[in-house]
Each structure stands twice: as C-alpha cells, then as structure tokens.
C-alpha cells in the first residue's frame, strides 16, 4: 500500500514569512513529484514538480527533494495571504502511473 | 500549463436522475485521464482510470455500473452518474497527463494536469 503523509494543519505563519511544508512516502521506487494547490471549493492546480533529488526553484517557491530519506517538501517564500490554500503532495512512479496523493497541510497566511 | 477543461461546473438533479459531466483536454491528446471525486474537507479519492478506446479501469469500492466511463477520442472523457442519490453529492474532478517527464533519461511519470471540477448536488 502506497502511502503519501502530510501534516494535516493548519499551519499559520505571518504574512512575508517562509512557510515551510512537509511529505513522506513510503514506495521506496517512486521518481515524480509534485506538489498542489487547492483553494477551498476549487480543483488542484500545479504548482511544482522535482524528479531529482535537490532543491527546484521557481519565483517563491522552492521544491526539495530527499529520495534516501523519502521525504519532499515545498518552500514558499515571502508568504501573501493569497498563499492560503490546502498543499497536496503527490508522488508517482514511472510512465503512466497514477499518482498517489496526499490529504494535503492547510496553511493560513496572516496579513 | 496544459489546460483540461471540465462541464458542468455545477448540477443540482433530482434523486434517481442520471448526470453526465465531461472531461476535455484543450491543447494536448490523452490517451488516459483520470476521474477523481471529493467529499467536504477530505482528499481526493481515484473512482477510476480512463483509457481511450478501451473500458476504464475502476478502483476498488467504485461500482463501475453507477458510474459509467466512456473514452471515446483523444481529448473527450465523460463520467455519467447513473440513478444519483444525495450519497453521491460530491465535488467530481477530471485529470489528464499531458505526457511523460523525464529524469536521467527515464521516463517517468509526467505532471497531472486538473479540470476546473464539478459540483454535484443530488436532492
């Protein structure tokens, strides 16, 4: 059974702080990650997707990734209440695998 | 990123009507999407897996019956809920793969991209 965990929330972190999000998975052959958004009554939007282990950036968001230790996580930086949303991990493995998702870290951003 | 466009966004039916919601990919061919559904503040949960030309594939615990799949073409998923009752009132989301990524040369397994969802409400 795969099996994607994250902290459920909420995380509450001030407006221009870094918010810092966290995924474990337990298929140790999985190679695609990806993190979402979700805003409350809307679908899941992409944000990130890492393959390699390392660190991925892109504008405030940066994706790390620890295949060894089997853990992922996403970065926001300069934090904006528009930042609050559901995060959702998801980890797949090759070709046209589904994903397994996780049940997402809600994070609050105060102004 | 790659856009998949879902129809409708919202529905409200009667119980024991039928509700057909479909999934279109705009500017790529899938040969897969993916059906999903979601219950009020939890996670999102595979129905099932939808494969042009062929029957799709169903999770366990999804009766295939009441929901029925059809893949007809490259870009067109449909998901009909058939004789809905307020059980299956729920948020239903499609998903399509626009392709493969790749890592040290592997393929593996591409970004997922998420229809704009839609609301059922079954009276």
């Known amino acids: 059974q795969k099996e994607v965990e994250q902290n459920s929330g909420p995380l509450s972190v001030p407006e221009g702080a870094i918010a810092s999000l966290n995924c474990t998975y337990s298929?140790?052959?999985?190679?695609?990650f990806f993190w979402y958004r979700q805003y409350s009554g809307k679908s899941p939007e992409l944000i990130m997707s890492?393959?390699?282990?390392g660190d991925k950036e892109d504008g405030r968001f940066t994706a790390q990734l620890n295949k060894a230790s089997q853990y992922v996580s996403l970065l926001i930086r300069d934090s904006q209440p528009s930042d609050s949303a559901t995060y959702l991990c998801?980890?797949?493995?090759?070709?046209?695998?589904?994903?397994?998702f996780g049940k997402g870290t809600m994070l609050l951003v105060s102004p | 990123g790659a856009v998949v466009s879902q129809h409708p966004s919202r529905v409200i039916c009667k119980s024991g009507t039928s509700v057909k919601i479909e999934c279109r990919s705009l500017?790529?061919?899938?040969?897969?999407m993916f059906w999903y559904r979601q219950f009020p503040k939890q996670s999102l949960m595979l129905m099932a897996t939808?494969?042009?030309?062929?029957?799709?594939?169903?999770e366990q615990g999804v009766e295939k019956d009441k929901f029925l799949i059809n893949h007809a073409s490259l870009t067109l998923s449909t998901l009909t809920v058939t004789s809905a009752h307020p059980e299956d009132s729920s948020f239903y989301i499609c998903?399509?793969?626009?392709?493969?990524?790749?890592?040290?040369?592997?393929?593996?397994?591409?970004?997922?991209?998420f229809g704009e969802g839609s609301r059922l409400t079954v009276l």
């Open positions: 998903s399509a793969r626009s392709g493969l990524g790749s890592s040290g040369g592997a393929s593996v397994t591409g970004e997922l991209f």
């Open positions: 298929d140790r052959v999985s190679q695609s």
């Open positions: 890492i393959y390699s282990n």
């Open positions: 998801a980890v797949g493995n090759s070709g046209y695998s589904t994903l397994t």
């Open positions: 500017d790529f061919q899938a040969t897969t």
């Open positions: 939808s494969n042009e030309g062929s029957k799709a594939t169903y």
